[in-house]
Structures are given as C-alpha cells and as structure tokens.
T-cell receptor, first 112, second 115 residues
Framework: QKEVEQDPGPLSVPEGAIVSLNCTYS??????FMWYRQYSRKGPELLMY????GNKEDGRFTAQVDKSSKYISLFIRDSQPSDSATYLC????????????FGKGITLSVRP | DAGITQSPRHKVTETGTPVTLRCHQT?????MYWYRQDPGHGLRLIHY???????DKGEVSDGYSVSRSKTEDFLLTLESATSSQTSVYFC??????????????FGPGTRLTVT
C-alpha cells in the first residue's frame, strides 16, 4: 500500500459545480497536509495547507483533514474553467529535513 | 515561479550519454529538491539538499547524482542516461523556519527525452 492514495480521475464537471477531491493516507505521523495545483506544462504551486486536523477556507476553496480516518479533501465551490488543472495532495511529518509525499494527482476539467 | 530557473528547459539525448540539469534560485532558501514526474506515478523525489554540500537520497535516486556547491545552485546528473529516465524533472525550494519543509516552490520543469 502506498503511503498516499489519490483517485486518478480524470474528472470533468460543468462550470459552477462543487468539486470534491480526496486523498487517503496510511502514515499516522503525517501532520502537514497540502494541496498543490499544476497547470499544463507548468510546475506545481501550493494552493492550501493545513496543520493537523480541521478545516481551512480560502475563497472558493476549502481544505479538510480528518486524521481519525486518514482522509483529506479539497472542495472547490462555483468551479470555473480556470480551475482546470491537475491537483496533487501532499503530506509531511514534522521535524527537520521532513520531506513531502505526494499523491499521483487528479486532472480536473471544468466545462464552460 | 518564486525565483527558480531550470536549464535546459528541453533536452533530447541518446542512451548512454551523461546529462546535467541545473536549478538556480534567487530566494536564498536552504532546502532544494529534485523530483521527476511521470504519468501514473506522480511526483517522486530523486535527491534533496539541506545545505551547501549536504545532500541525501530520495525514493528514486538510482542512476542519479547531485551536487550543491553554492546555496543558489543544485545540479542533477544522469551519469549514463537510459530511456527509463525520460521524464519531466522539477526542482523545488523551501525554507524551513518552523523545522518543517512543507511549503515548497517549484521551478518550471525540464522535459528530458532519452532516445
């Protein structure tokens, strides 16, 4: 079992839809949880991060972490064509020299 | 791209030839990373550096070596390129003020094809 699992997709939704992206993980030592967005032929960019459990909201984006279930989610409200990209979840333990473990990413397409 | 450049951006090379990719940052960040991204595998860490001359292996380090002689430069070398090393390579940087390296900034990538 890989440490981080992410649905491979792809996912296609109409403009305005609510999108739910999810990852599961197996390592209970993970404390930092991140979502990266990657546009075609570009490098990933940090979208949101959460420390430990809970929710975090930023505009149309909400990140949720449920450590008891080892499950994280990213919700996108009122999705726009500009949200079309690949979304990667990533996780890290605490401590110096901690490294990120990435999910494989899911490609989202928002249809006008 | 947070002051990170990668060179070359595209390269086609033949099996068995050595290849060096360069990552240059202007952010003075301590940590630097090399990843490869392949369909079906996502981003996988090759090597990383936590300071000048301080490097360590990632999960897919076989066939790769790195060097960091200056804070701003991190080199990735394929000693003898193989077709399995055809990939998109990303450099990333981070500054670990809190003791973690969670916030990484990525470069634009290098598309390498080994024929």
């Amino acid at each position: 079992q890989k440490e981080v699992e992410q649905d491979p997709g792809p996912l296609s939704v109409p403009e305005g839809a609510i999108v739910s992206l999810n990852c599961t993980y197996s390592n209970s030592a993970f404390q930092y949880f991140m979502w990266y967005r990657q546009y075609s032929r570009k490098g990933p960019e940090l979208l949101m991060y959460t420390y430990s459990s809970g929710n975090k909201e930023d505009g149309r984006f909400t990140a949720q972490v449920d450590k008891s279930s080892k499950y994280i989610s990213l919700f996108i409200r009122d999705s726009q064509p500009s949200d079309s990209a690949t979304y990667l979840c990533a996780m890290s333990k605490t401590g110096a020299n901690s490294k990120l473990t990435f999910g494989k990413g899911i490609t989202l397409s928002v249809r006008p | 791209d947070a002051g990170i450049t990668q060179s070359p951006r595209h390269k086609v090379t033949e099996t068995g030839t050595p290849v060096t990719l360069r990552c240059h940052q202007t952010e003075n960040h301590r940590y630097m990373y090399w990843y490869r991204q392949d369909p079906g595998h996502g981003l996988r860490l090759i090597h990383y550096s936590y300071g000048v001359k301080d490097t360590d292996k990632g999960e897919v380090s076989d066939g790769y070596s790195v060097s960091r002689s200056k804070t701003e430069d991190f080199l990735l070398t394929l000693e003898s390129a193989t077709s399995s090393q055809t990939s998109v390579y990303f450099c990333a940087i981070s500054e670990s003020a809190s003791g973690t390296s969670y916030e990484q900034y990525f470069g634009p990538g290098t598309r390498l094809t080994v024929t």
